[in-house]
């Protein structure tokens, strides 16, 4: 997806239970760490994104990295809107016909990654 003038990207799996008619599935994301690969948190987290029928969805950092707030790396350098290119995935999402859950997103991050969906969570809840 294009997001603050760059191409962005990230990763998807849905596992075959998404293809039931009328199947709603929990979305979550997984957001790695600085300098982690991506691709790497998708092995890890595919096995059970099938177990237990979630759409798993990895977004890439930019260089590596996400803008948390108080870390780390060239998007923080940046200023760039971490959150903004999370929410762009999800209504992305949105428009790929992938039977999401309404009310069943998730997300959860390593280090750097774990500094924003943290971020994220408090300021979807009015905290910050």
């Not at 760490?33 to 977004?59: E, N, S």
């Not at 923080?76 to 859950?101: A, C, D, K, Q």
């Amino acid at each position: 997806v294009e997001y603050e003038g760059r191409d962005r990207y990230y990763m998807v799996d849905i596992p075959t239970e998404a293809c039931r008619d009328g199947h709603v599935l929990p979305v979550v994301f997984v957001v790695h760490g600085f300098t982690a690969d991506p691709k790497k948190f998708m092995k890890l987290f595919t096995d059970a994104a099938h177990r237990y029928a979630m759409i798993l969805v990895i977004p890439e950092g930019f260089a590596r990295s996400w803008n948390g707030g108080a870390c780390c790396g060239k998007a923080r350098e940046l200023g760039l809107n971490s959150m903004g290119f999370l929410e762009t995935v999800r209504r992305h999402l949105e428009t790929l016909s992938i039977p999401l859950h309404p009310n069943a997103l998730y997300a959860l991050g390593k280090s750097n990654g774990g500094f924003l969906v943290t971020l994220d969570a408090r300021r979807r809840s009015g905290d910050v």
